[in-house]
């Protein structure tokens, strides 16, 4: 086949990747593992195992607060991590990276913090249509608290942010836009540089769900020009339990605190507490160390490999899984934008894709089946669910031809 | 194909699929709503109990192969059963869909080839979905059925 002389990395190239990934190596039922679920969450590389096995047999204590040398080591490992964070996505500085326990966590803690203290009654949450569950619930409870309103960008039929509608809705009365960088049920990159250019000229704050985002495309906080930026260490070839919320300085040091505890004060009597300096500020109580440690390896790896390959290599091989999968008789590629990265959501016919999920997992393909976390979107397009192939930066062809081999087995049974 | 896969998808199940079985409404009689949250699956029954007896069983609904098709196995074998007894084959069908892998499977006429799914347990609510909402409206309950 011609394309494949085309292809950006070489099979040698990939393979040695791959081989820094241990879990590729498993079988599953029997059949070589094909994981095309990374939208879920990704495979960690050695590197970040490693990174959690040598902090827990050398370094491990409690931070931030003993003078003995394991403290000092633990808290040099975590506020080693906080800086690598920093510098990957190019914060100003340190102290506006919040580690959190996932994407979720720093959308909530802006909503409850943030909306907390700036939102009220006649005001204008700006969301759209193709966010996860967890960039529109937590929208919702601080509208209920403060008697905002939430408002919805829609999306058009190829899954694309509808940017007039957008300039319509967007008025004086909007003080926060939340919009995903790359959504994770139709894989379309939104404007976002464009979309916070808009909403500061409209006073608005802006945070974006770099949830899907930050593990496919580099991404710079100060050239995007965001407010807030959330990430999820899981995504990012890193460990489950810590995330990352970015803030400008600015905002974040006039928000008041989001859980109180340890760590996150200055001083503190029956009377009144006093609020530690940020990051702190936002992170009460013993912190996910190990996490942490884990989080900082893996951006450390992303970088080592680089975005130029990582991005180059899953633009090709979403070209060949869209062709290929296309072909499949009765596939309905849902989430078309022109603007999209390693995302294939798909129905067939009418088969149900949890019939599809399973019969292609005993071929050793790992797709993900349903909603999504995204009930809107299904709602958007007149569907229950879809059946999702995800990449990353390790998937190769023979994952796709797999998943297309068992795409076939699906078609026979269900014909 | 792999074992398990043909354990799971049989003749009689991918047939019901295909056509399920008194998929229609029910007119006046007792009717139930559930719904399996976590993929979106819902289902309505439909039962016609006159005398203590099921007249009558249909559903409507979407899901997937699985949840279809018990839906349809279901309606066939309620009908004619008397109340205690449907409730009885609905213990008598989760305790089979729930057993270990290696435990005997029961006789229960064509219900039986629904056991496959304990080789695949995130597909048993799939399978039990349309059984818990017969349930409640054999026992009269108002509350949608849900699975969580
Ligand atoms: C676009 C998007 N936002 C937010 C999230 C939530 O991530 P987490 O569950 O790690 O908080 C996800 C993960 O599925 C996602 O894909």
């Given amino acids: 086949m011609s394309a494949k002389a085309s292809a950006v990395e070489s099979a040698a190239a990939v393979a040695s990747l791959r081989d820094e990934f241990p879990i590729l190596a498993i079988e599953a039922h029997g059949r070589r593992l094909a994981y095309l679920d990374n939208a879920a969450t990704t495979q960690k590389p050695r590197e970040v195992l490693d990174a959690i096995a040598t902090y827990y047999t050398t370094q491990n204590a409690n931070v931030h607060r003993g003078v003995h040398l394991l403290s000092e080591r633990a808290t040099e490992v975590f506020e080693g991590a906080r800086a690598t964070v920093a510098d990957f996505f190019n914060a100003a500085s340190a102290k506006e990276i919040i580690f959190t326990r996932n994407a979720t966590e720093g959308i909530n803690l802006v909503a409850a913090s943030w909306g907390g203290a700036n939102l009220t009654a006649g005001d204008e949450v700006l969301i759209s249509a193709m966010e996860h569950h967890s960039n529109i619930v937590p929208w919702q409870l601080a509208c209920q608290r403060t008697g905002a309103a939430l408002k919805v960008i829609p999306i058009d039929d190829r899954g694309a942010l509808d940017m007039e509608a957008f300039a319509r809705l967007l008025t004086a009365r909007t003080k926060i836009v939340a919009v995903s960088q790359l959504s994770n049920a139709l894989g ?81 009597t029956f009377e009144r507490s006093t609020w530690n300096s940020l990051p702190h500020k936002f992170e009460a109580g013993t912190p996910h160390i190990e996490g942490a440690a884990g989080l900082g390896a893996a951006v450390k790896f992303i970088r080592r490999i680089g975005f130029d390959r990582i991005t180059a290599h899953e633009r090709e091989l979403l070209a060949y899984a869209t062709a290929a999968v296309s072909e499949v008789p009765g596939v309905r590629l849902v989430g078309t934008a022109p603007d999209k990265a390693s995302i294939l959501s798909f129905v067939m016919g009418d088969i149900h894709p949890h019939d599809i999920g399973t019969v292609v997992d005993r071929a050793g393909v790992a797709i993900r089946t349903g909603h999504h976390c995204a009930q809107p979107v299904m709602a958007r397009f007149g569907i229950p669910a879809t059946a999702r192939a995800s990449l990353a930066m390790y998937n190769t062809r023979e994952d796709v031809d797999q998943l297309v081999a068992a795409l076939h087995d699906v078609r026979r049974m269900f014909a | 194909m792999n074992d398990g896969l043909q354990d799971l998808y049989r003749e009689v199940i991918l047939d019901h699929n295909r056509r399920p079985r008194n998929f229609r409404v029910i007119e006046g009689g007792r009717r139930h709503e559930g719904f399996n949250p976590l993929c979106g699956d819902r289902v309505t029954v439909y039962l016609k109990v006159e005398d203590g007896v099921v007249r009558d069983a ?7 192969a699985i949840a279809k098709a018990s839906a349809s196995l279901m309606t066939e074998a309620l009908k004619g059963l008397t109340v205690d007894e449907a409730r009885k084959r609905f213990a008598e069908f989760q305790a089979m869909v729930t057993s270990p892998l290696e435990s005997p499977v029961p006789d229960l006429g064509k219900l039986s080839v629904l056991a496959g799914v304990r080789e695949f347990p995130t597909r048993v609510k799939c399978a039990s979905l349309a059984w818990h909402t017969a349930k409640a409206a054999l026992d009269g309950d108002d509350a949608p059925v849900s699975t969580e």
């Avoid at chain 1, 006073?203 to 593990?215: C, E, I, N, T």
């Avoid at chain 1, 260490?233 to 970015?246: C, D, E, F, N």
């Avoid at chain 2, 249909?58 to 997937?64: K, S, V």
């Fill in chain 1, 188 to 268: 379309t990159i939104n404007p976002v540089a464009e979309v916070v250019r808009a909403a500061h000229a409209a006073g608005a704050v802006v945070l974006v769900d770099g949830a899907q985002a930050a593990y496919h495309l580099p991404v710079d906080v100060r050239a995007l020009g965001v407010d807030f930026y959330v990430a999820t260490g899981h995504k990012l070839y890193g460990p489950t339990g810590i995330g990352v919320l970015y803030g400008r300085e600015a905002l974040l040091d006039a928000m008041p605190p989001y859980q109180g505890g340890g760590d996150m004060i200055a001083s503190v």
């Fill in chain 2, 58 to 64: 249909a559903f409507e609904g979407q899901g997937c």
